[in-house]
């Protein structure tokens, strides 16, 4: 931890105040955080889907999750990767961005997790083949198309650098679909071209639960527009409403009630989000506000709310 050039330098400050701050969060220690909204990840479905036998050579899944992860990060909502075997109940929401290969389990445990109350978000391109890479024959996303309330008919790829208009006044860019529903509630329709009207995003109540289902690899500024829809849809805010997009906000709970907050300023300028209790790593009271310099970090032991 000591370059060649000694203890003077910035590196080893760094380091030192690290340790620093690291004694100060003992407390801490056997806490976690709640996530109430989760990404699906898949190996399986990764490969598959970027095998040079699939319909389009420029799909891929992990960019699709690190747009989807990104507007969620946008929205300053806490969210978990989760495996499709995951007990998957305890997420209000979770996104599947890319599911080209959809196992039969896969498919019979997310429908369950709709019909049981949960919010569940497809993208594009979805069960198209099986865990054995058979193609689901009847139409797409196969296994969860009573679930959803759409059957794919048909695929438009889109070449690269080129976008599909959206209706409300989004775009798509490397896929389309021609989508026909059943019992669905149609959100966003293309505009102009082949699928000019045709459903583009939907919406369907399932069981107690709902089925989104996204038929194009959305634009950034589309997808976090319709993260935003989602998580108001299903009652999930901020962890910190009203804080600036660049903030990062996490909380942490242990057991015995306790939580502590911790706050990062990513941005440029100075951000004021709003907290009370104890904080740790400047040993002071914060009532109401906290405001933070860029790149600075807080954590705040919240009071225990004790109810009668």
């Not at 030192?16 to 996530?35: D, K, Q, Y």
């Not at 990060?73 to 495996?83: E, N, P, S």
Request: charge should be negative.
């Amino acid at each position: 931890m000591v370059p060649h050039a000694g203890p003077d330098t910035r590196v080893f400050r760094e380091v030192t105040a690290l340790g620093s701050t690291l004694a100060r969060l003992g407390e801490i220690v056997g806490s976690a955080p709640r996530a109430r909204v989760a990404i699906l990840w898949d190996a399986d479905a990764r490969w598959a889907l970027e095998l040079p036998v699939t319909p389009s050579s420029h799909l891929r899944y992990v960019p699709a999750l690190r747009d989807t992860h990104r507007a969620l990060w946008r929205a300053g909502v806490l969210t978990d990767f989760a495996r499709i075997d995951d007990d998957l109940a305890r997420y209000v929401v979770v996104f599947a961005p890319s599911l080209y290969l959809l196992s039969r389990a896969a498919a019979e445990s997310l429908a369950r997790y709709v019909e049981a109350g949960g919010h569940l978000v497809v993208g594009c391109c979805s069960g198209v083949v099986d865990e054995r890479h058979h193609a689901w024959l009847g139409g797409f996303p196969g296994g969860l198309m009573a679930a959803l309330g759409v059957r794919v008919e048909e695929f438009h790829p889109i070449e690269p650098g080129r976008t599909v208009p959206l209706a409300d006044g989004g775009t798509g860019r490397l896929w389309s679909e021609d989508l026909t529903c059943h019992e669905a509630e149609v959100l966003v329709t293309y505009r102009g071209g082949v699928l000019d009207g045709k459903p583009a995003i939907t919406r369907r109540r399932h069981g107690v639960g709902t089925g989104w289902y996204v038929s194009t690899s959305l634009s950034e500024d589309s997808a976090a527009g319709l993260v935003r829809r989602v998580l108001a849809s299903a009652g999930i805010e901020p962890e910190l409403p009203g804080a600036p997009e660049d903030v990062e906000a996490v909380r942490r709970y242990a057991e015995d009630g306790r939580s502590w907050l911790f706050v990062f300023n990513h941005g440029s300028a100075v951000a004021e989000v709003a907290a009370t209790g104890h904080e740790l790593l400047t040993d002071r009271w914060v009532s109401g506000a906290l405001v933070l310099e860029p790149g600075a970090v807080a954590v705040v032991r919240e009071p225990v709310q004790v109810f009668p």
